[in-house]
């Protein structure tokens, strides 16, 4: 089966404790998406990447780091300097260009003690 | 600068039908999604429009007006299942990204 798949679904961290989020898709998409989701609030892009070995910041980039060493993976690591960790982290990833549909994991809820 | 606007909530019987409302300014408009999300789930594809007019897939429907920076989704014979956040995401010329509204939450009543 193709999808993509985020672990873990719930995670609990120490607060001055980096953590990295996992995402791997097996849909053989080129792009591939960070979103941060907080309630009631819609998804605010956190870092993308058109190809391996390249990614962009998006809007809320600061205190996030990522990598794409292979098209299948596009891992997030929260850093101590994020503010406000706690949130539902969504990874996307969809086909080159922007006219495609994006396809979700489901998520992974980080929260900071 | 880039803006989204959806109602926060809506209310609908089972049975009738209801229309979420997009509108959107940007530069460069390229296209228009919209997302179904259950609480806590991740957002699944309903319908992309990207020429003026209306897309019909089912119970649901998706009007886009370019010139007026508007778009709408419609959904017909409302199921207690279509309890869920309802999604506008906007793409631009010139950018891979995809910017989401803050969405509108739909409660389906018995």
């Known amino acids: 089966d193709g999808g993509i798949t985020q672990s873990p679904k719930y995670l609990f961290r120490k607060e001055g404790q980096n953590v990295t989020l996992s995402c791997e898709q097996n849909?053989?998409?080129?792009?591939m998406y960070w979103y941060r989701q907080d309630p009631g609030q819609g998804l605010r892009l956190i870092y993308y990447?058109?190809?391996?070995?390249?990614?962009q910041k998006g809007d809320i980039a600061e205190g996030y780091s990522v990598s794409r060493e292979k098209k299948e993976s596009f891992p997030l690591t929260v850093t101590s300097a994020q503010k406000n960790p706690t949130a539902f982290y969504l990874c996307?990833?969809?086909?080159?260009?922007?006219?495609?549909?994006?396809?979700f994991g489901p998520g992974t809820r980080l929260t900071v003690l | 600068g880039q803006n989204i606007d959806q109602p926060t909530e809506m209310t609908a019987t089972e049975g009738a039908i209801v229309q979420i409302n997009c509108t959107y300014q940007?530069?460069?408009?390229?296209?228009l999604f919209w997302y179904q999300q259950h609480a806590g789930e991740a957002p699944t594809f309903l319908s992309y429009?990207?020429?003026?007019g209306l897309e019909e897939k089912g119970r649901f429907s998706s009007f886009l007006s370019r010139s007026k920076g508007y778009s709408y989704l419609l959904l017909k014979e409302l199921q207690m299942k279509d309890s869920a956040s309802y999604l506008c995401?906007?793409?631009?010329?010139?950018?891979?990204?995809?910017?989401f509204g803050t969405g509108t939450r739909l409660k389906v009543l018995a």
């Open positions: 996307a990833s969809s086909s080159a260009g922007t006219s495609n549909e994006q396809f």
């Open positions: 849909l053989n998409h080129d792009a």
């Open positions: 990447s058109q190809i391996v070995n390249d990614f």
């Open positions: 940007t530069s460069g408009f390229n296209g």
């Open positions: 429009n990207v020429l003026d």
């Open positions: 995401a906007v793409t631009t010329s010139g950018t891979y990204k995809y910017i």
